[in-house]
């Protein structure tokens, strides 16, 4: 193998992470263990990510002189979320270097780009239109059909700004209901499950893949994540090498997680990709010899990356809204783990935490239920 891409930042060096959710929160954890400094830049005063680090920056995400003066505090920096001004993005990267670069925020930024550079990139999509208008939208519709799922461009996430267009519904009202001027339609895909893939990647000799797991959402949000998922061998195989081959599109320095639909006839179709850490990923702290917030922390240091296997299968639980009631049944159960995001507002919708429950790589039948839910 050759010489790395760039110098490996060692421990003791300071890590800059734009954004103070829980992504950041459980990156800055796993930075901590490994050495790392870490700088918190978020608007939010008491932020998940703000609580584990002294060294935090509140400033709005548009502030360049704040943005400047975070910089010449690391020695590099990166985003927990997508969704990250691009002029920021841009005056970050003049001052430190930033890991996933811009390109790869402006294609995840933007559904319509996203889809457009994923076909080109050996990522299968379903049929899509770009929509400025209801006349947009109508257009559309004669070409992709219903029925159809009109998401906004930018900025929408647990399906907040989507809209589904079934044979009877009203145009201009479902375009009205997006709640955005730009979007776009999608063709309806009838799928069996939902995948994901997790890589981490240095450059083309230096990449690793987390085993593809599936998703189960609950209300648009992802609620439960199954590893591995119970899919055929060689469809795993096709799964990682879709996430490779768009990672060597985006010329990725980072973590990528790519989420697939598995439809009805087998194939897969990339649904949406994330330059950075992943909900679907969690389950990894505690099941994996190396988590996925180790790896991105090793990715963007330049560090050799981690063995990614499973020491233990997994299912996943997100604990949403008022699920953060049930904390006292999930500690019952001495093969769960537990992670809380020190959100101190339960809100419908609002991810508080995720609790993992293992069990053996080698037990047979379907993964086991939480106490309080059925799979």
């Known amino acids: 193998m050759s010489e790395p891409p760039f110098p490996s930042l060692l421990p003791g060096a300071a890590i800059g992470i734009v954004g103070g959710g829980q992504l950041g929160r459980m990156t800055a954890q796993a930075a901590a263990r490994m050495g790392y400094r870490v700088h918190i830049f978020t608007p939010e005063a008491d932020s998940p990510a703000a609580q584990v680090t002294p060294d935090v920056t509140i400033a709005a995400y548009d502030d360049l002189d704040a943005i400047a003066a975070f910089a010449r505090t690391v020695d590099v920096a990166t985003f927990e979320f997508e969704n990250v001004p691009a002029a920021t993005a841009i005056a970050l990267a003049e001052h430190v270097p930033l890991r996933p670069g811009v390109n790869c925020l ?6 319509i780009r996203e889809k457009t550079f ?3 990139n050996g990522g299968p999509t379903v049929a899509f239109e770009a929509v400025d208008s209801a006349a947009d939208l109508a257009r559309a519709l004669e070409t992709i059909g219903r029925p159809a799922v009109l998401k906004t461009a930018r900025l929408g996430y647990d399906g907040k ?12 009202e479902a375009y009205a209901a997006m709640g955005a001027a730009r979007g776009i339609l999608e063709a309806f895909v009838d799928f069996d499950s939902e995948i994901s893939v997790i890589l981490a990647r240095q450059d083309a000799e230096r990449v690793v893949a987390f085993e593809p797991v599936e998703n189960r959402h609950r209300h648009h ?11 055929p061998a060689d469809l795993a195989r096709q799964a990682v090498a879709i996430a490779e081959a768009i990672a060597e599109g985006l010329d990725l320095i980072g973590l990528l997680a790519v989420e697939l639909f598995v439809t009805a006839d087998g194939k897969l179709l990339v649904n949406e990709i994330a330059p950075r850490p992943h909900n679907s990923g969690h389950w990894s702290i505690d099941a994996c010899v190396t988590s996925q917030f180790e790896q991105f922390v090793r990715a963007i240091c330049g560090l050799p990356l981690g063995n990614p296997s499973r020491h233990s299968n997994a299912v996943m639980r997100n604990l949403i809204g008022d699920d953060i009631d ?11 783990k537990i992670h809380l995001y020190g959100k101190a507002e339960a809100r419908p ?4 935490g995720h609790a993992t429950k293992l069990y053996p790589l080698e037990a047979k039948g379907p993964p086991p239920k939480m106490p309080f839910f059925g799979m």
């Open 326 to 336: 049930e904390i006292a049944a999930l500690m019952a159960d001495p093969d769960i």
């Open 349 to 352: 919708g609002r991810k508080m």
């Open 118 to 120: 994923l076909n080109a």
């Open 161 to 172: 700004g989507q809209v589904r267009i079934e044979p009877d519904t009203d145009v201009g």
């Open 106 to 111: 402006e294609v995840a930024q933007d559904r």
């Open 221 to 231: 949000i992802l609620d439960t994540t199954i590893a591995p998922a119970p899919i």
